[in-house]
């Protein structure tokens, strides 16, 4: 069985998005354990684990993959360090609580990991996403009240 | 209304299939995807592709305000749902009507009215299409007698507060009854605190049919025939067929008539599936329940009609009426229809999801694949395991039959295991060839005998 990127990555997403504490997967020569226990390690293995995951990264982890770039838009090179926070769903983007309130945030201000920073809006439904992690917001790569899709990089957040 | 763009909420061979319609209607497409679908082919096919969520449904296939966020944002005027996942919610057909697009689909009332399994038993009563014949609580053994004369032996006994299989007892005869009344009634009040016993007619031999209808919403119903899918192994259906060349002719028509009486008076719109058990020794049928969606096997009824289901759900959704009449519909030869599942049939028809190494489709006369999967494909596993339908027509049902073997056996498939060897076996069994097939044959004889092969 020839395993490709995409296909660990999905098995990723299947275990987020489980209540499962641990993932060990053995094909022939390939083997994968995943964890939210970052001191746990494969069994009968003394090595590190291929991916440990920290414990509910919410409300994105950032996760350098193509399905972090919006469509249309060609990839902008941004610093290693700096962390995409991605859109959780497709929805419409709002940068404001409300029309002609101020945003959530602007270009260059500091955010903490539970700072507000933009609503996503399904049916009506609005949901708030957190910066998920401390640091400044070097860039807003979605225009206001746009349609965003799944995995579509909103912010880049250069941790503190 | 002319229709212009459409949303495609569904994923799979479905997708495929709409939006092959959908692309020779020269309608515009969306399809609206999961994370783990953003390469499939029908991803490939459709204008444009937006991904809804992660891959699991349940934040992405089977969110009714997301796909509908979707369908509006990017322009769509119709939504089509497919089958399984959002097909029989009636919050999407409502929220949609409200929304304006155009669902392809029946209306919210309907789905719920017939969805709901006592008020789809009423609507049958009211147009005087038969459920299983039964009785109401049997006071003594004597009412038992009686009511059992009347039903036909054999006759079933229920615990009027059972339910799974307990405190049932099966009659053939008056003596039996009169033997097992007291015990069942015992055992009923024993396991459930209700000794309470009602009769049921026992089927001893069944076979699942089904009519294939398509209506105007205003009460024009039309249908396309009906289907055998009498294969199942745990109430899922592996091959389908059409027509049902195993139920006389006088009765297939009634059978046609009773679908239509009862999906006219609820005055359905759109595709739907009147499901009936057939009882062979009695020659007569039963209301089960409505479908109210395309289905997984309606490419059978299309082989056999010449006509193009998902194209006549468009019109009807664009309010263009049904565009035929009754006698507009003509059958024409048999066709087969093979259920390509990801499973593997000699070890408890466990998922097997992988990447697909080979793939090598078969060609011929009469042979029709509708399929999402091709060689390189990773059957994902988050979602239903379905890769793909081999279908078949011919002549008639030994024509069909012959294509359909040499289909499976040209087939190149290769990486995850899948119920086609186990089709094979079916379609080259002499019980299937002879037609002597039940709901209860593949668990009890074809099964078997493919796991012993």
Known sequence: MNIQPQDIDALIELFEASDWDELHLKIQDFELFLSTDPKSRAPGTAAPPSVAMAPAALPTAARESGAGVPRGEAPRAVPGNWVAVTAPNLGTFYRAPKPGAPSFVELGQSVEPDTEICLIEVMKLFTTLKAGVRGIVRQVCVEDAAMVEFGDTLFYIEPA | ?453
């Open chain 2, 1 to 453: 209304m002319r229709l212009k763009r459409l949303f495609v909420a569904n994923r799979g061979e479905i997708a495929v299939r709409i939006l092959r319609t959908a692309r020779r209607l020269g309608l515009e497409t969306v399809l609206g995807v999961s994370a783990a679908d953003t390469e499939s082919l029908g991803a490939e096919m459709a204008d444009r592709v937006v991904v809804l969520g992660p891959a699991p449904s349940a934040k992405s296939y089977l969110d009714v305000r997301l796909v509908v966020h979707a369908a509006k944002g990017t322009g769509c005027d119709a939504l089509h749902p497919g089958y399984g996942f959002l097909s029989e919610k009636p919050e999407l057909s409502r929220l949609c009507e409200s929304e304006g697009l155009a669902f392809v689909g029946p209306r919210a009332e309907t789905i719920e009215a017939l969805g709901d399994k006592l008020s789809a038993r009423t609507l049958a009563r009211e147009t005087g299409v038969r459920t299983v014949p039964g009785t109401d609580h049997m006071a003594s053994v004597r009412d038992a007698q009686a009511a059992a004369a009347e039903l036909g032996f054999p006759v079933v006994m229920k615990a009027s507060a059972g339910g799974g299989g307990r405190g049932m007892f099966k009659a053939t005869g008056p003596r039996e009854l009169e033997a097992s009344f007291d015990k069942a009634s015992r055992e009923a009040e024993s396991a459930f605190g209700d000794g309470r016993l009602y009769l049921e007619r026992f089927v001893e031999r069944a076979r699942h049919v089904e009519v294939q209808i398509i209506g105007d919403g205003a009460g024009h119903v039309v249908h396309f025939g009906e289907r055998d899918c009498s294969v199942q192994r745990r109430y899922q259906k592996l091959i389908e067929e059409a027509p049902a060349s195993a139920v006389p002719d006088a009765t297939r028509a009634r059978l046609h008539e009773a679908a239509l009486r009862l999906t006219g008076f609820a005055k359905y719109r759109n595709a739907g599936t009147v499901e009936f058990l057939y009882d062979v020794d009695r020659d007569d049928f039963y209301f089960i329940e409505v479908n109210s969606r395309i289905q997984v096997e309606h490419p059978v009824s299309e082989e056999i009609t010449g006509e193009d289901l998902i194209a006549l759900q468009l019109r009807v959704a664009a309010g263009d009426g049904l565009g035929l009449q009754q006698n507009d519909i003509k059958i024409s030869g048999h066709a087969i229809e093979c259920r390509i599942n990801a499973e593997d049939p000699k070890n408890g028809f466990a998922p097997a999801p992988g990447r697909i190494t080979r793939w090598q489709a078969p060609r011929g006369e009469g042979i029709r694949l509708d399929t999402h999967a091709r060689q390189g494909y990773l059957v994902p596993p988050f979602y239903d395991s379905m890769i793909g339908k081999l279908i078949a027509h011919g002549g008639d049902r030994a024509q069909a039959i012959s294509r359909m073997r040499a289909a499976i056996d040209t087939f190149t498939l290769e990486g995850p295991k899948t119920t086609l060897p186990l089709a094979g076996a079916i379609v080259g069994h002499p019980d299937f060839r002879s037609n002597h097939i039940t709901t209860r044959w593949l668990e009890d004889i074809g099964l078997p005998a493919f796991q012993a092969g």
